[in-house]
């Protein structure tokens, strides 16, 4: 129990654990709420559907200060966006575009999300609703651009483990085996925040507006959990590195 609130505190100090934290209540609650209001409204239960109101309003005001928060993130991808460049150190020349193209979504999405804030705040006097709609779109391309740049990994990956099956190889299969599960979780997790930023489109657009609140908290809850499997994963993986590059100075000293 202590190490579990140990490792909750690590994850809240850091700002993209917090924001971690914050999106999977905010769709958590939206999960919760909309099933409540769903079954208060054919059951006519009276204190369900407060509660369930309540419950949305709390994720709506979640989904807010996330916004805020994201205010101070384009430096961040700006300098991620610089370091990776046009991708020079990728050996594969499809996965260097789509993640050039994926960088140039996302840098363009800050900015059009900004501009939205602003004008729903009345700091400017500009209407928000395309530019909303400019950073949805630019979230779904992003979304798009990181399903099929998982899927080309994949396709990779498994060349890669034909010719270690042949090799021999058994870590190396393992690694890889480990990889090819990472991929099929991030399809995953895009495929079900594509599903929600469809349904943010304007009506008319696929299955635009036609979702029910819980559907969309159940995705995108779902899409958050997976986000923890990820972190987790990545924390083990730079744990057991850095073990044992402290066992291999032990060996060398």
């Not at 995108?220 to 850095?242: A, K, P, V, W, Y």
């Amino acid at each position: 129990m202590q190490q579990s609130v140990e490792s909750l505190v690590r994850l809240l100090e850091t700002y993209r654990g917090r924001d971690k934290v914050i999106r999977t209540f905010c769709y958590g609650s939206q999960l919760v709420g909309g099933a409540l209001t769903r079954k208060a409204a054919a059951g006519a239960d009276v204190s369900s559907q407060r509660l369930g109101k309540s419950l949305l309003l709390f994720s709506a005001q979640l989904s807010h200060c996330r916004t805020v928060l994201r205010l101070f993130d384009d430096l961040s991808m700006l300098a991620y966006s610089h370091s990776y460049g046009l991708g020079a150190s990728e050996e594969d020349a499809g996965l260097r575009w789509i993640s050039v193209l994926t960088n140039l979504a996302d840098q363009l999405y800050y900015p059009c999300e900004h501009i939205a804030w602003a004008a729903d705040a009345e700091l400017i006097k500009v209407r928000s609703d395309k530019w909303w709609l400019f950073s949805t779109v630019l979230w779904g391309t992003s979304l798009l651009l990181g399903i099929l740049r998982s899927f080309r990994v994949l396709l990779l990956l498994r060349k890669k483990l034909k010719k270690h099956q042949r090799d021999g190889g058994g870590s190396r299969r393992s690694d890889l085996y480990r990889q090819i599960q990472a991929e099929m979780l991030s399809i995953l997790s895009s495929m079900a925040d594509l599903s929600n930023a469809v349904h943010w489109m304007p009506p008319g657009f696929l299955w635009a507006g036609q979702f029910p609140s819980w559907l969309v908290g159940l995705l995108g809850t779902t899409s958050s959990l997976i986000g923890f499997i990820q972190m987790n994963t990545s924390s083990s993986e730079l744990s057991d590195s850095t073990a044992l590059s402290s066992q291999s100075g032990g060996d060398a000293n």
